[in-house]
């Protein structure tokens, strides 16, 4: 139980090193980095974690994030799982979802949801910043989650809405 006491300890560590770094502490004067002022370009550095995922080795901490200063810009960061800034960010495509995503087995890449093809279809994106691969080819439905297994394969959940519009004429 102290193991898994650290971890998420160090797991908290990181996020908040990462993501707050610039948030004062509760004072009567904000303050930013190195004790000064907290600025309008402090609060511009900080963005919001999606779904922050630990990776498959525990060193690193995967996570999404919507990068303002470059137009709303997708992105995935990896931060070391003993804090600090991120170590790599990798750009996105603008059709990302961001509401699942999981490690790939192997630790070399990050599964996540796209809706390229106006359909939410599972797609991995190499940590080496190559192209993405898509995994999953689904031709209807809605994707709202996965899980990926230790042999990789991919668990969906999936559902339909089926819309139906009925006139009523003349009731009585």
């Not at 303002?68 to 979802?97: C, H, M, W, Y």
């Not at 991995?124 to 689904?138: A, E, H, V, W, Y």
């Amino acid at each position: 139980m102290t193991h898994r006491w650290r971890n998420w300890r160090g797991l908290a560590r990181a996020l908040l090193s990462s993501v707050a770094a610039a948030l004062p502490l509760a004072t009567a004067q904000p303050q930013g980095p190195a004790g000064r002022a907290f600025s309008l370009d402090d609060l511009a550095r900080i963005h919001t974690v999606t779904d922050p995922a630990i990776s498959p080795d525990g060193n690193s901490i995967a996570y999404f994030f919507t990068d303002e200063q470059a137009n709303n810009q997708p992105k995935l960061a990896l931060i070391p799982f003993a804090g600090g800034e991120p170590s790599k960010t990798i750009d996105l495509p603008r059709s990302v979802q961001p509401i699942a995503f999981a490690w790939m087995p192997d630790g070399r890449s990050v599964a996540y949801l796209d809706n390229a093809s106006g359909i939410l279809n599972v797609w991995s994106q190499p940590l080496d910043g190559s192209s993405p691969k898509q995994l999953t080819n689904f031709k209807s439905e809605f994707l709202t989650s996965f899980a990926i297994s230790r042999d990789g394969t991919i668990a969906a959940y999936r559902w339909s809405a089926t819309r139906d519009i009925v006139l009523i004429k003349d009731y009585r």
